[in-house]
């Protein structure tokens, strides 16, 4: 039984930084993909970035640049630094880890920007 806990967000101000992080507590192998979306009030769900068992990154390009994701094998465990923060960043950010038919999400973490 996997359970993905969060942990990091927070209220910051603008040009500031974050680091989320996203534990993969039960897990007994390594994910094939793991990453951060994002969800703002009134829009879409987005990705934010994403990170495979091979170290291969994406990131959005409104974050490129800013963001960086990582991933720890040993702690399964996601992070995502957060730098040169803006206030359209403010969103509930969502942990999210694939690996075959497994695809799960975690409960969210509130990330509030202020001008």
């Known amino acids: 039984q996997v359970q993905l806990v969060e942990s990091g967000g927070g209220l910051v101000q603008a040009g500031g930084s974050l680091r989320l992080s996203c534990a993969a507590s039960?897990?007994?192998?390594?994910?094939?993909?793991m990453g951060w979306y994002r969800q703002a009030p009134g829009k879409q769900r987005e990705l934010v970035a994403t990170v495979t068992s091979g170290g291969s990154t994406n990131t959005a390009d409104s974050m490129k640049g800013r963001f960086t994701i990582s991933r720890d094998n040993t702690r399964n465990t996601v992070y995502l630094q957060m730098n040169s923060l803006k206030p359209e960043d403010t969103a509930v950010y969502y942990c999210n880890v694939k690996h075959n038919n497994i695809n799960l999400w975690g409960q969210g973490t509130q990330v509030t920007v202020s001008s």
């Open positions: 039960g897990s007994i192998f390594r994910f094939n993909v």
